[in-house]
């Protein structure tokens, strides 16, 4: 059971900013996120939002979240993840 906790404690999933979706309500498939900043890039905006257990940055068209909105549901397609142990890609 030890090396099961082991394995378990040293992985990370892996997505590319602009992959993360954005969804119209919550479900099963998506998790809550906090929108901590945002950086207008003109054309995409950057969300930094926290989901618990730690971070993440996204990249959204302007019109998908407005200014005013605080929290969000994220959608993350399972094609476009990764998972890492260590740091090393083991699987996509």
């Known amino acids: 059971e030890k090396v099961h906790n082991d394995l378990r404690e040293e992985l990370e999933i892996g997505i590319r900013p602009e992959y993360v979706k954005v969804a119209k309500s919550a479900d099963a498939n998506t998790i809550s996120a906090t929108i901590l900043e945002r950086d207008n890039m003109g054309a995409y905006q950057v969300l ?29 397609p399972k094609e476009k993840l990764h998972l890492y142990h260590k740091g090393e890609l083991i699987a996509n």
Not at 52 to 63: H, N, R, W
């Open 48 to 76: 930094n939002c926290k989901v618990d257990g730690g971070f993440i940055k996204m990249k959204v068209g302007m019109d998908e979240v407005s200014q005013g909105t605080s929290s969000i549901n994220l959608l993350f």
